[in-house]
C-alpha cells in the first residue's frame, strides 16, 4: 500500500500558484520525499525532492512540515503545461525497497 | 542526448502469444526498473535490477519475466500466463546510492490484447 495520501484533483488558475498538499503520517527518518508528474501517456518526470529541509528548483519548491508527516509542493506560476497528475513518494534510503506510487493528484490549470 | 528508450510505443497481443517490450538506457544507470499502470491508477512495481544478471520480482511478478543480460537493456517479456495484460508499461532507471536517486522513465508501451 502507498505510504502517501493525496487527494484526487485540484483546479488552479493560470498564473497563480499551485499548492498540492501530500500527508505521509508514517515517513521513517532515512526516508526522502519525492515529487513526480505525469502528463497524460508519458512516463513520469522528476520534479523535485527532499529530506528535511524546504527545496526549491527551476521547476517547483518543495515545503516539508517540521515533523515530516507531510508536504506541499508549490508550483510558483501554473501554466496550461503544468496539467498532469502530481505523484507524491516517500523513498528509502535503501535501493532495495520499492518505490511505491499511490494514484497522485490530477491538477487541472485552467485559462 | 542521455535517455531511456522504450519500444515499441503499441503492441497487441493474440491470445496465447508471448511479447517482449524493449527498454535501453544510455545514462549508465545501475537500477532498472518495469513498472505496470492501468488507467486511472497509480505505478506498480513488476521487476527491478541493481546489477547485470541480477533482478528481484516487484509487487505483480505473476505472468512476466526479464533478463539484464547488459547494463544498458532490461527486456521485459509479458508472458501467456498472465491472464490481464492490457496497460501502460514504463521502464525506468536511476543510480544506486543513499536513497536520494531520481528515477528517470521511459515514453511507455501500451500493450493491448486483440
Known amino acids: 500500500d502507498a505510504k502517501t495520501t493525496q487527494p484526487t484533483s485540484m483546479d488552479c488558475a493560470e498564473g497563480r500558484a499551485a499548492n498540492l498538499p501530500c500527508n505521509h503520517s508514517?515517513?521513517?527518518?532515512?526516508?526522502?520525499v519525492y515529487w513526480y508528474r505525469q502528463i497524460h501517456s508519458q512516463g513520469p518526470q522528476y520534479i523535485i525532492h527532499?529530506?528535511?529541509n524546504n527545496e526549491t528548483n527551476e521547476m517547483a519548491s518543495l515545503i516539508i512540515t517540521e515533523d515530516r508527516k507531510s508536504s506541499t509542493l508549490i508550483l510558483p506560476h501554473a501554466t496550461l503545461r503544468d496539467t498532469a497528475v502530481y505523484y507524491c513518494i516517500v523513498r528509502p534510503r535503501s535501493n532495495t525497497d520499492k518505490l511505491i506510487f499511490g494514484t497522485g493528484t490530477r491538477l487541472q490549470v485552467f485559462p | 542526448d542521455g535517455g531511456i528508450t522504450q519500444s515499441p510505443k503499441y503492441l497487441f497481443r493474440k491470445e496465447g502469444q508471448n511479447v517482449t517490450l524493449s527498454c535501453e538506457q544510455n545514462?549508465?544507470?545501475?537500477?532498472m526498473y518495469w513498472y505496470r499502470q492501468d488507467p486511472g491508477q497509480g505505478l506498480r512495481l513488476i521487476y527491478y535490477s541493481q546489477i547485470v544478471n541480477d533482478f528481484q520480482k516487484g509487487d505483480i511478478a505473476e505472468g512476466y519475466s526479464v533478463s539484464r543480460e547488459k547494463k544498458e537493456s532490461f527486456p521485459l517479456t509479458v508472458t501467456s500466463a498472465q491472464k490481464n495484460p492490457t496497460a501502460f508499461y514504463l521502464c525506468?532507471?536511476?543510480?544506486?546510492?543513499?536513497?536520494?536517486?531520481?528515477?528517470?522513465f521511459g515514453s511507455g508501451t501500451q500493450l493491448s490484447v486483440l
Open positions: 527532499g529530506l528535511k
Open positions: 545514462l549508465n544507470h545501475d537500477a
Open positions: 508514517t515517513i521513517s527518518g532515512n526516508e526522502y
Open positions: 525506468a532507471s536511476s543510480i544506486i546510492g543513499q536513497g536520494n536517486e531520481k528515477l528517470f
